[in-house]
């Protein structure tokens, strides 16, 4: 592919935004003809907050998102892409107006689909890729934008994005795969690597979140010792095991007292704890406020914004403000 020059990047940046500002009209996140693909929006700015994240890449059009992972900054604007190649909870902040509000694009990352293109990709003999990292953000290269440029423009016709908006689809997983991000999917989805081993572990907590997860039997399955496991988690997850089931339990708490207007109690009990205080005060000391505080400011942004509850994990719902 010829290199585009700057005015032609510049452009093509303009025409994805165009096309994010027609397919989501209202603030918040918008679901597209294609389940893995929302659109974010955001006219205001949201100040730093927790969130919690499938898989899945983020291409930013217009405006600025930072996230915080430990003691790790990312910043991603119209010139950075993100890949989350693990399911993580952070704290996320989002710098936008009514005049230039935030515009973005996220794409769940099917796994089957990514597995398949790694084992094709590995047989061919593919590019060597850069150690493994649970997110990190990199510049979006022309390929790539031209790729995304084409799904919006697809998503915009129902039978367009029917027929190939799953095609450029899967060459958006490959420009991904084979740049300089490729390394943590393709680790993710082979066992065999202690990064692999980790991901793992994250979605059977995922899976398992109201169950007594016990740290040494991730690690037997994991097939390291309880050192070993705890230094390899922490180094894709900037926190340790116990620390990372605390905060997904408790975004999957505020999910189910925002969205199914579960009492406090009672979803406390849904996500595994068998303490009303505890989780009452390990809920305050996440998120700053009490759960039924926090229920009601969420409860409150979802009537002025009703596209701000976004699907994650699976056929889970978390309320994750843009």
Same mark, same amino acid.
């Given at each position: 592919m010829v290199e585009k020059t700057p005015i032609q990047q510049q452009i093509v940046q303009q025409q994805m935004t165009a096309q994010v500002l027609r397919l989501a009209p209202t603030q918040g996140m918008t679901q597209t003809a294609l389940e893995s693909v929302r659109l974010m929006r955001s006219n205001q700015p949201w100040p730093r907050h927790p969130v919690l994240y499938e898989?899945?890449?983020?291409? =930013?059009?217009? #405006?600025?998102?930072? %996230?915080?992972?430990?003691?790790?900054?990312?910043?991603?604007?119209?010139?950075?892409?993100?890949?989350?190649?693990?399911?993580?909870?952070?704290?996320?902040?989002?710098?936008?107006?009514?005049?230039?509000?935030f515009l973005g694009v996220s794409l769940r990352i099917d796994l089957t689909v990514a597995a398949e293109l790694v084992l094709a990709l590995d047989e061919a003999g593919g590019p060597a890729v850069p150690a493994p990292a649970g997110i990190c953000a990199t510049p979006l290269d022309a390929p790539l934008a031209d790729a995304?440029?084409?799904?919006?423009?697809?998503?915009?016709s129902p039978l367009e994005a029917r027929l190939i908006g799953p095609s450029i689809l899967r060459e958006i997983y490959f420009r =991904?795969?084979? #740049?300089?991000?490729? %390394?943590?999917?393709?680790?993710a989805l082979t066992h065999q690597s202690q990064f692999g081993k980790v991901a793992k572990a994250l979605r059977r907590i995922h899976a398992e979140i109201d169950a007594d997860i016990d740290v040494g039997s991730l690690a037997r399955e994991a097939g390291m010792s309880v050192p070993a496991f705890h230094a390899h988690f922490k180094a894709v997850t900037q926190t340790s095991p116990i620390q990372y089931v605390k905060a997904t339990r408790l975004h999957r708490a505020r999910l189910l007292m925002v969205q199914e207007g579960a009492s406090a109690a009672h979803a406390a009990s849904r996500v595994g704890y068998e303490s009303a205080s505890q989780f009452s005060r390990e809920f305050k000391r996440f998120f700053g406020r009490t759960p039924?505080?926090?229920a009601a400011a969420m409860r409150s942004i979802l009537v002025n914004s009703p596209a701000l509850a976004t699907p994650m994990?699976?056929?889970r719902r978390y309320v994750a403000a843009t």
């Amino acid at each position: 592919m010829v290199e585009k020059t700057p005015i032609q990047q510049q452009i093509v940046q303009q025409q994805m935004t165009a096309q994010v500002l027609r397919l989501a009209p209202t603030q918040g996140m918008t679901q597209t003809a294609l389940e893995s693909v929302r659109l974010m929006r955001s006219n205001q700015p949201w100040p730093r907050h927790p969130v919690l994240y499938e898989p899945s890449i983020c291409i =930013v059009c217009q #405006g600025r998102k930072r %996230g915080f992972l430990g003691d790790q900054v990312f910043v991603y604007d119209p010139q950075q892409y993100l890949v989350l190649s693990v399911p993580l909870p952070f704290e996320g902040e989002t710098e936008a107006s009514a005049e230039e509000p935030f515009l973005g694009v996220s794409l769940r990352i099917d796994l089957t689909v990514a597995a398949e293109l790694v084992l094709a990709l590995d047989e061919a003999g593919g590019p060597a890729v850069p150690a493994p990292a649970g997110i990190c953000a990199t510049p979006l290269d022309a390929p790539l934008a031209d790729a995304v440029l084409r799904l919006l423009q697809a998503l915009a016709s129902p039978l367009e994005a029917r027929l190939i908006g799953p095609s450029i689809l899967r060459e958006i997983y490959f420009r =991904v795969l084979t #740049g300089e991000q490729g %390394g943590a999917i393709r680790a993710a989805l082979t066992h065999q690597s202690q990064f692999g081993k980790v991901a793992k572990a994250l979605r059977r907590i995922h899976a398992e979140i109201d169950a007594d997860i016990d740290v040494g039997s991730l690690a037997r399955e994991a097939g390291m010792s309880v050192p070993a496991f705890h230094a390899h988690f922490k180094a894709v997850t900037q926190t340790s095991p116990i620390q990372y089931v605390k905060a997904t339990r408790l975004h999957r708490a505020r999910l189910l007292m925002v969205q199914e207007g579960a009492s406090a109690a009672h979803a406390a009990s849904r996500v595994g704890y068998e303490s009303a205080s505890q989780f009452s005060r390990e809920f305050k000391r996440f998120f700053g406020r009490t759960p039924q505080e926090e229920a009601a400011a969420m409860r409150s942004i979802l009537v002025n914004s009703p596209a701000l509850a976004t699907p994650m994990l699976g056929d889970r719902r978390y309320v994750a403000a843009t």
